[in-house]
């Protein structure tokens, strides 16, 4: 009985370190400056990767995502970082080291806002290795892979995107979405709804930074999702 115990409250600690580390926000500061080598061409399987110096604000690029977690956790990436599983981080092949990166999964439409601190994926038709969290954010742990779009919003840590809303619904009738906007409204942010792909969808618009919106999801138990104003 007393072995039974003690593995249940390791299972309970592990459960509560994972959950944790999942409503945790975002860091898209890195934790130290990357070496200039990794801005430099590199082989892989015989091809050589160029990685871009400089990219605008607004560079888009569609392809397909998938995600990376648990074999790599705790190795280091090739910014010289150890990777976290639960952090918003995502390799590329080529953008900037810290790039800042929206990620949009264009079967669902949910949104996910990522730093480059990985190189990869080496596989051909793939533009985009995220994170266990980042990828679950907009359903890729359960698809596997995804098409997606990529959108650079920022750099080094700095998001230049101009405000954040949260999803909270999507309805097919209006009066739904009204309702819900209605509800919303009280809390001193402005909604709006929007008819995207037959459904009427309802944003909590007004944050100012993707921590602002994540505390007010949080707080007030929205079973939503964040995107890029």
Avoid at 14 to 42: A, D, F, M, W
Wanted: glycine residues 10%; positive net charge.
């Amino acid at each position: 009985m007393k072995k039974f115990l003690v593995f249940l409250w390791i299972i309970l600690y592990i459960t509560g370190c994972s959950t944790r580390y999942e409503n945790e926000s975002y860091v898209l500061e890195p934790s130290h400056k990357y070496s200039k080598n990794t801005q430099k061409p590199y082989m892989i399987d015989g091809k050589i990767y160029y990685p871009k110096q400089r990219v605008p604000i607004g560079y888009t690029q569609r392809g397909i995502a998938s995600w990376y977690g648990p074999n790599f956790h705790g190795k280091k990436t090739s910014n010289g970082e150890i990777y976290n599983m639960y952090a918003f981080t995502a390799a590329h092949k080529t953008l900037p080291m810290n790039t800042i990166v929206k990620v949009t999964n264009l079967r669902n439409h949910k949104s996910v806002i990522v730093r480059i601190n990985d190189r990869g994926p080496f596989v051909a038709d793939r533009i985009i290795d995220l994170s266990y969290a980042a990828g679950k954010k907009i359903g890729l742990n359960v698809s596997g892979t995804a098409p997606v779009k990529l959108e650079v919003v920022g750099f080094n840590g700095k998001d230049y995107v101009s405000g954040y809303k949260i999803q909270t619904g999507a309805f097919l009738r209006k009066w739904g979405a009204k309702k819900t906007a209605k509800k919303y409204k009280k809390f001193g942010y402005n909604t709006e709804i929007a008819k995207i792909d037959g459904f009427y969808k309802v944003f909590i618009t007004g944050f100012k930074t993707y921590n602002e919106a994540k505390r007010f999801e949080l707080s007030h138990h929205i079973a939503g999702f964040i995107v890029g104003d």
